[in-house]
Structure formats: C-alpha cells, structure tokens
C-alpha cells in the first residue's frame, strides 16, 4: 500500500476515533443509569479518543515520506 494511501487511512481513522469517542461517552457516559456505568462509559470514550494523536502522528510520518519519494 502506497504511503499516500496509508497517511489517508490513518487520517480518517484519527477522526473516526475522536468522532467514536464522543458517540461512545453519549451513548454510555453521559446517559448511564448509575454512577459505575457512567464512569465506566467516560473512561472507555477517553480510551478511544487518546488513540486519535497516534493516528494523526503516523498519518503525517507517512505524508512526509511520501513527499520525499517514498511513494
């Protein structure tokens, strides 16, 4: 896979983790029925969201290096 496509890939899947984050901490954190499900869904939405720096940090590696002729 070229590494243009790859720094597009990993584009969209940093804001699928931060779009994923806020669905998950409605969905669970901010409606649950107790305090332990709330807790639980905010915890899992934070999890989610701390994976979309990772992305957008490989996405930009890839960029680069595409740029310099890796394609």
């Known amino acids: ?3 243009r496509s790859l720094a597009q890939l ?3 899947a940093g ?3 931060i779009l994923g984050s806020i669905a998950i901490w409605a969905s ?3 409606r649950g ?3 332990e499900d709330r807790a639980h869904g905010e915890r899992f939405g934070i999890f989610v969201g701390l994976w979309a720096p990772t992305f957008f940090i490989l996405a930009n590696r890839y960029n680069t290096n595409a740029q ?3 394609e």
């Open 10 to 12: 990993f584009t969209i």
């Open 15 to 17: 804001a699928a983790s």
């Open 33 to 35: 029925h107790s305090a």
């Open 28 to 30: 669970q954190g901010g």
């Open 1 to 3: 896979m070229p590494n």
């Open 68 to 70: 310099h002729g890796g």
